[in-house]
C-alpha cells in the first residue's frame, strides 16, 4: 500500500487548512511571506478580536446595568402596587402610610440595584473571559467539564448557602421587610439591624443580636411595616356602668389623638404616632374576674408599643378619677363544713 503525500501550499501553512482568519490571507498576498503572515494571525487577527469581545461585552453589560437601574427608579417612584394604593386612599391614614411606603422603597430598590447589577456582571464577564480563551486556541471542554464537576459538588455541599441566596433574593424583591423593621422570625423578635443575601441579623429587646439564614426563614412576621395597630386591653369589674367606661376610653383616646396634631404641643405624650382616628371596639372577651375592653388605634410603624404603654397610664389615671375599677384575680372560696 502505498503512502499518500499532502502537499500544503505556503498560505495553508501560514494560515492553516481550517477557516484561515481574513487577515492571514491578506498579509501574506501582500507580502507572500509565509513568516509574516502567520504572525499577523497572532499580532493582529486575534488582538482585534479579543477587543471586540471586550467591547461588546462591556457594552453589553452597561446596557443591562441600566436597564436595572430604569426598574430600581420605577420601584423608587412606585413603590405599591396602584390597586393597593386605590384600597387605602379612603382612610385619613394614607398620606403617612404612602409616606412610610416612599421612604421604604429607595433602600429596597438599592438593595434589588446592587445585587442584580452584580449578577450581570459576573456573567457577562465569565462568558467574555470564555470567548477571550477560546481566541487562544485554548481547549475549554476540559475546563467546563471540571467547572461542571466542582459546581455539582459544590451544589451537593452547600445547598444552604445557595438556599439561603435565593431566599434572600426573594425577600428583597417581594420587600417582606427592612432595616429598622420589628421583625418576628422563628420565635425570636427584634430590630432588624443589617440584611444580606445570606442572613438577616436582628436585635432583640434584651440586647441580644440573633443572625438567622435566609434559607431557615419558614415565615416572618412584620411588625412595623407602613403602619401598626396599638391594640390596648383593659378589664374593669363586672359591676362596671360598661358604656360609661367605653366612652371614658373613648375620651382618653380621642384626647391623644388631638395632641397628635396639635402643632402647639410638638414632644407631648405620643405626639406624632398616631395617624388615624382611634376606636373603641367595646367588650373583648368576659374573664373570671373582669370584663376586658378593648381600643385599637393606627400608628406609625414601630410606634405602636409607645402609644399601647401612654394610653395604659391615661386610661389608669381616667378609670382611678372616676371610681372605676381595674379588679385582680378573686377567687371565692367556700369552706364545707364536715361531720
Known amino acids: 500500500m502505498k503512502a499518500v503525500t499532502v502537499q500544503f501550499s505556503d498560505v495553508d501553512q501560514a494560515c492553516g487548512i481550517d477557516d484561515p482568519s481574513r487577515v492571514c490571507l491578506k498579509v ?18 486575534r488582538p482585534v478580536r479579543v477587543i471586540v469581545i471586550a467591547a461588546v461585552a462591556w457594552t453589553l453589560n452597561r446596557i443591562a446595568r441600566r436597564t436595572i437601574s430604569l426598574l430600581s ?30 421612604a421604604r422603597a429607595p ?3 438599592e438593595a434589588i440595584e446592587s445585587v442584580l447589577k452584580s449578577v450581570v456582571s459576573v456573567v457577562v464577564m465569565s462568558l467574555a473571559t470564555l470567548l477571550i480563551l477560546g481566541e487562544f486556541d485554548i481547549n475549554l ?5 471540571g467547572a461542571g464537576i466542582v459546581g455539582i459538588a459544590i451544589g451537593f455541599g452547600a445547598q444552604s448557602v445557595v438556599s439561603d441566596f435565593l431566599s434572600g433574593m426573594f425577600m428583597l424583591i417581594e420587600d417582606q421587610y427592612g432595616i429598622g423593621d420589628v421583625i418576628e422570625i422563628e420565635g425570636v423578635t427584634g430590630e432588624v439591624e443589617s440584611i444580606s443575601l445570606r442572613t438577616t441579623k436582628l436585635r432583640d429587646i434584651s ?17 412595623s411595616q407602613l403602619w401598626s395597630n ?6 374593669v369589674s363586672y359591676d362596671t356602668d360598661l358604656r360609661a367606661a367605653i366612652a371614658l376610653m373613648n375620651d382618653v383616646a380621642d384626647g391623644l389623638w388631638t395632641e397628635t396634631h396639635d402643632a402647639n404641643e410638638p414632644g407631648k405624650g405620643a405626639t406624632g404616632d398616631i395617624i388615624e382616628d382611634p376606636v ?19 400608628t406609625d410603624p414601630s ?29 371565692t372560696v367556700r369552706i364545707v363544713p364536715t361531720d
Do not use: Y
Not at 405599591?80 to 404612602?98: F, N
Open 28 to 45: 501574506h498576498e501582500w507580502t507572500g511571506n509565509e513568516t509574516v503572515a502567520g504572525m499577523s494571525e497572532w499580532f493582529i487577527d
Open 73 to 102: 427608579d420605577g420601584i423608587r417612584s412606585t413603590p405599591s402596587h396602584p390597586r393597593l394604593r386605590a384600597l387605602r386612599a379612603a382612610g385619613p391614614g394614607a398620606p403617612t402610610i404612602d409616606r412610610a411606603e416612599a
Open 107 to 109: 433602600a429596597r430598590a
Open 141 to 145: 471542554a476540559p475546563l467546563i467539564a
Open 207 to 223: 440586647g441580644t443580636v440573633w443572625h438567622v439564614p435566609n434559607g431557615a426563614i419558614r415565615k416572618v412576621g412584620n411588625h
Open 230 to 235: 396599638a391594640v390596648v386591653d383593659i378589664g
Open 280 to 298: 373603641v371596639l367595646g367588650v373583648q372577651r368576659l374573664d373570671d374576674s373582669a370584663v376586658v375592653l378593648r381600643l385599637v388605634v393606627k
Open 303 to 331: 410606634a405602636q408599643w409607645r402609644v399601647e404603654r401612654e394610653l395604659r397610664l391615661r386610661v389608669k389615671e381616667a378609670f382611678d378619677d372616676a371610681g372605676i375599677e381595674i379588679p385582680f384575680p378573686q377567687r
